[in-house]
């Protein structure tokens, strides 16, 4: 593949808001409005599997100690995980993802990409797309997921990490770095957003195609 045809792909990465937390919320409305952590045991060895947006802004994290998190969020409702509850709804929501084109990569139940390039001729722009994913999925799920869209995995995968939750970004297949990566903090900003800052030019474009032949 020559570079101007890998710079020319349209990546869509999903990634489901606090997924596992989320179901808990869903599956049990009176969890609503309060912080919610998976995981497990409350004593002992447990971690944090996931925490729900109430949770983190405790400061709890995703495989943290149990203890830990309970000392920083002691009101917190602990949710054990309940897997083949996550496998049922992630198998429903990568039913909906395999309506837009058959070229996906999982990498987790609640996370894949979406190589949307050959799709856009029959499915129109790659934002309908996203969009049109994120309504289906909130209304045959309930859930809540975010989208990022960009010229490849890396630049699609920091941008649905943007906004979330419910997030939605899109970068131009020819993304001005200088504008997409003034978004993030700087360095030593604190805590929130992602850890590093996209890689840029030619070599970030090329990074991470999928689906090749
Ligand atoms: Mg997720």
Redesign the pocket.
Known sequence: MSQRESCERTILHM?????YASVEELDAPELSGWPVIVGGPREGRGVVAAANYVARRFGVRSAMPMTQALRLCPDARVRTPRMARYVELSAAIHEILHRYTPCIEPLAL??AYLDLSDSLRLFGHAEGIGRDIQRKIRQQTGLSASIGIGPNKLIAKIASDLEKPAGFVQVPATPRCGHFSHRFPSPGSGASGPRARPACGPAALSASVICRG
């Open positions: 990634d489901m808001d606090a997924f609640d996370e």
